[in-house]
Every structure is written in C-alpha cells, then in structure tokens.
C-alpha cells in the first residue's frame, strides 16, 4: 500500500509561537490531502482538505488564519499551527488520496499522527 | 462524527467474538471502512466494503453491511488482548472527498 509520512511525531512548543507540521506521500504523488484533528478520546474531526497548488478548503468553525495550510508540490503539505496556545494542544493526522487505483476503495491513507503539546 | 455513530465502549473475554456496529445516515455513501486505533498511534486501516456489497470477511475480521438500515458491524472472532483498541468506522460520501468518522468504540478485551 501506499505511504504517507508526517513529521514530526511529537512536538512541544511555547505559547504563542509557531508550529508546523508536514505530511508527505512517499511513494505516490496526492493532489489532495486532508488534515484532522483529534482530542483525546474523540473521534477525528476534519480541519481542512488541501488542494496542490490552490487554497485549502476549510472546515466550518476552523480558523484559517490560525491553522495555515500549504500545499505546495504533489507530495508535501504542511500545517502550520500559528500563535499556539495551549488548546491547540491536540493530536493532528494528515491523509492522502493516492488515485493510481481510484476505482478501489483503499485510496485513502492516513500518516502516523502528530502530537502537539503547547506549554 | 454526528452522522455516523458508534457504541462508545465493549468489553468481551479473550476468545470470545466481538462486534462492533455502526450506523451512518448518508444513503450515497460508496464505501465503509473500520480503523483500529493503538493508544497514542495513528490509524490503521483494518478492513473496508463497497457499498453494494453485505459483506467481506478477512481472516479474523466479518464485515456487515445493511444498505437498508444503514447498519454496518465489525465482527472480530476469537478476539485477542491485542485487539484492544479504539476502532473507528467511517464513509466515504459519494464525492470521494468527504471521509466521515464515527465517535469510535473503545474495545477492551479481558483475559
């Protein structure tokens, strides 16, 4: 199956500083990813779909200017959580749609997770 | 999740079955899947169904699905302490875009 990478797994950053966070199909090009967020014990909750080379489409109620999303090549987008503060404290998956097979159901995949903490 | 809804918690014996249900709303929905999530960790995804399809089996994994009911149920045979997880169902909307979860069923398995 395809692969997709996120880094870093774990981060713990300052109040009020900057945090981003990538994802990265390795070894098939996605022109669309999808960002979730996850509070413990809850289910995953999706942020925003990023779109290769276009503005990210975001989520009622999620703050575009507070979480930046940036998809720059076929295999590489980024959250960029902005001013964090301790509710941001969560733990971010990203996803990728890997459309070798688009008539399969498996065209979905999910990264390792990011965990982010804000003290 | 609001549109797909799980039971929050189960607990079974190592050895027994366990099964999960779940029940979406959105007729158009193409596929279904189930996640299993180790604490801590990602997803990983377990197994997944067509939508014109009542059911998939996989090793130790029975997938339902009730088009009808929009009920779809995880049944794990002779479950494993190692099955112990939170597991996530989810549908794709007919867009291909759209991915929804459900709340996740926390399953605990006693020895």
């Known amino acids: 199956g395809a692969v997709v990478s996120q880094h870093p797994s774990w981060v713990i950053c300052k109040s009020g500083t900057s945090v981003k966070i990538e994802c990265r199909s390795l070894?098939?090009?996605?022109?669309?990813m999808f960002w979730y967020r996850q509070f413990p014990k809850q289910s995953l909750m999706l942020m925003a779909t990023s779109n290769e080379g276009s503005k990210a489409t975001y989520e009622q109620g999620v703050e575009k200017d507070k979480f930046l999303i940036n998809h720059a090549s076929l295999t590489l987008s980024t959250l960029t959580v902005t001013s964090a503060h301790p509710e941001d404290s969560s733990f971010y998956i990203c996803s990728a749609r890997d459309l070798r097979q688009p008539n399969s159901g498996n065209t979905i995949y999910f990264g390792e997770g990011s965990w982010l903490t804000v003290v | 999740g609001e549109d797909v809804e799980q039971s929050l918690f189960l607990s079974v014996r190592e050895g027994d079955s366990s099964v999960i249900n779940c029940t979406y709303t959105d007729s158009s929905s193409t596929y279904l899947y189930w996640y299993k999530q180790e604490p801590g960790a990602g997803l990983q995804l377990l197994t997944y169904i067509f939508s014109n399809m009542d059911m998939k089996q996989d090793q130790r994994l029975t997938v339902l699905l009730n088009k009808k009911d929009k009920h779809l149920s995880l049944r794990i045979a002779d479950t494993q302490t190692g099955d112990s997880a939170i597991y996530f169902c989810a549908e794709m909307r007919e867009d291909g875009q759209n991915f929804v979860f459900g709340p996740g069923t926390r399953l605990s398995v006693l020895p």
């Open positions: 070894d098939f090009q996605a022109t669309t």
